[in-house]
């Protein structure tokens, strides 16, 4: 198990009730789908497993670590080792060349000179780009400016990958050849996925979906 979460309830202010007790459990090595309408706790959920915020009660523990108990402070390291964050804006810098972008989240590991763009480099080739590392995101597709926020999601090897409507802006085409490369990684290199969407070919492609509703978990399709 790669994934525990256990009694999740967030509430924000003015008693607004994102989350209602949820229990969750990921294991390592598969994709997990979280569907549900607006509204109903996809993304609050995932922010909570991504420790980008914290439960009113509860606990999410990653690798065996209850991160819910880990100072503020310990988070930003912990997210960089073992999560890795894939969202539909893409969110690439762009006044920077797609191997720039791959190779930002290594600066904060304060590599040895040349290690950060030889892994943002290798990360590139894992997703089919590397004939346009070079490239500025102007000058890149959708579906691969998706690429490349997968492959920055990946370069520091995590063992969670959560993606937030990864396919959202994407054609059916492009978004079957994003669902091929993650069963890829997945199989390949043993990285566990789990996947917010609305889309029907994403959820067809999961090892397991949840489904959401009123910030509970209201179904499981295996």
Partial sequence: M??????????????VTALDGVDLTVER??????MGRSGSGKSTL?????????PTSGSVAIEGVDVTRLPAGALPALRLKRV???????????TLTAL????????YRRPRPGDAMEKARAALEAVGL?????????QLSGGQQQRVAIARALVNEPSLVLADEP???????TAREL???LRRLCTERGQTFVIVTHDALVAQACDRVITMADGRVAGVRM
Avoid: W
Avoid at 46 to 53: A, Q, R, V
């Fill in 84 to 94: 890795g964050f894939v969202f539909q804006a893409h969110n690439l810098v762009r």
């Fill in 100 to 107: 720039e972008n791959v190779a930002l989240p290594l600066r």
């Fill in 29 to 34: 090595g598969e994709i997990l789908g979280i």
């Fill in 2 to 15: 790669l994934v525990e979460a256990r009694g999740l309830t967030k509430v924000y202010p003015m008693g």
């Fill in 167 to 173: 396919t959202g802006a994407l054609d059916s085409q």
């Fill in 130 to 138: 590397a004939d346009r590392m070079h490239h500025l995101p102007s």
């Fill in 46 to 54: 995932l922010h909570l497993l991504g420790c980008l915020d914290r």
């Fill in 179 to 181: 669902l091929a490369l």
